[in-house]
């Protein structure tokens, strides 16, 4: 009965064990074979010190299977010239009689014994090897983001760069105050969306380079908004933007019977009114794209109405627009933002002038 109950506390023991490895998988994101290998090593180095330098431990512990074993394997022979890797028949045959026809016996070790070995001298090099494992968790993690739209949670604000410090997953990560749109004020505890914009493996770890300014940042949305630029079935070809202010997108599809534009602004404009409030009022222009330069720059000045374009160089792009006299500031737009962002779109140079050919003469 005493022997049962020894039983079961060993294996309650071992149990203990294996939670606390499934908790730290939980917790630090670290998977559990990992950190069983960082300790199944560190057991190995402290037992070898107790059979001379001797590399005749091993050590399995397979948290899957909850197996957790330390044995030192050492030679039979009728002379022991080496205590640390070798034993005597005699001395085999009475901790098990079948060995001896092996050659060989595997002694059980009692992994508790290493426990504050392990603890004193391995403690750094577990340490290192558990933020190797989460530099490489955080690394993978943000990696599966790159180029992608994520959700975040604005943990804090950094009264004096004025930095949003993210929580994306398991990760934290930084969105500099240049790569925030403009006027946006963002508090603790906001959901946001951030485009990735880069993944860097550095020195100091994982690098991610966050953005609500980039271009990319509109396009996600209007794929993740508009179910036929999902599927492919209306495509993305240009976007432009002053974040903040204004952006101009162009969309084309292969299929005539398809309206791109209509299908991104949706039933009632509500498909591009939800992408206009995630980005805070942003004025969205939906322009159709075209393979001809003359049409696709039309479009591209939209609000405004063109009258003429004229290319007057192809290496590089550069062309003359015309525009009725009443449309020439609408054009140009605020600062000139509107045929600013028309070149962005089209890859252009723009010179726009009023239909009576004054302006400019």
Not at 57 to 80: G, H, L, Q, Y
Not at 140 to 149: D, I, K, M, P, T
Not at 251 to 256: G, K, R
Request: charged share 30%; aromatic share 6%; glycine share 6%.
């Amino acid at each position: 009965m005493a022997k049962n109950k020894k039983n079961i506390k060993k294996e309650n023991d071992n149990s203990e064990f294996f939670e606390a490895l499934r908790l730290m998988e939980e917790e630090r994101g670290i998977p559990q074979k990992f950190i069983a290998e960082k300790i199944a090593d560190a057991i190995i180095v402290a037992a070898r010190k107790d059979y001379g330098g001797s590399d005749i431990v091993s050590c399995v512990i397979d948290p899957e299977n909850k197996i957790f074993s330390v044995i030192a394997r050492k030679t039979i022979v009728e002379t022991v010239e080496d205590s640390f890797t070798q034993i005597s028949k005699e001395d085999a045959a009475a901790i098990d009689p079948t060995s001896v026809e092996q050659g060989f016996i595997d002694i059980k070790l009692d992994p508790k014994k290493f426990g504050r070995v392990v603890a004193q001298n391995s403690k750094n090099n577990f340490r290192q090897g558990v933020k190797e494992a989460e530099r490489g968790q955080t690394l993978a993690e943000f990696q599966s983001f790159n180029r992608e739209l994520v959700t975040a949670v604005v943990q804090r604000i950094d009264p004096k760069t004025g930095n949003a410090i993210l929580a994306i997953g398991h990760s934290e990560a930084t969105l500099p105050k240049l790569e925030q749109v403009p006027d946006e004020v963002l508090h603790e505890g906001d959901h946001i969306k951030v485009y990735v914009v880069d993944v860097k493996d550095t020195e100091k770890g994982a690098r991610i380079m966050l953005s609500r300014t980039h271009p990319g940042l509109v396009k996600r949305l209007f794929e993740t908004e508009v179910p036929e630029i999902f599927d492919g079935t209306i495509e993305i070809k240009s976007v432009s933007r002053q974040a903040g202010s204004r952006t101009k997108i162009a969309v084309w599809s292969p299929d005539p019977e398809v309206d791109a534009i209509g299908a991104c602004i949706g039933p009632k404009g509500t498909r591009v009114n939800n992408i206009v409030e995630e980005l805070a009022g942003e004025k969205i222009d939906i322009v159709k794209y075209s393979e001809n330069p003359v049409e696709f720059i039309s479009e591209a000045l939209s609000p405004a109405k063109v009258v003429s374009v004229e290319i007057l160089s192809e290496d590089p792009r550069v062309c003359k627009v015309s525009v009725p006299e009443a449309q020439l500031s609408l054009a140009i737009g605020n600062k000139g933002q509107n045929v600013r962002l028309a070149a962005k779109l089209t890859g252009w140079k723009i010179d726009i002038h009023p239909e009576s050919g004054f302006f400019g003469e």
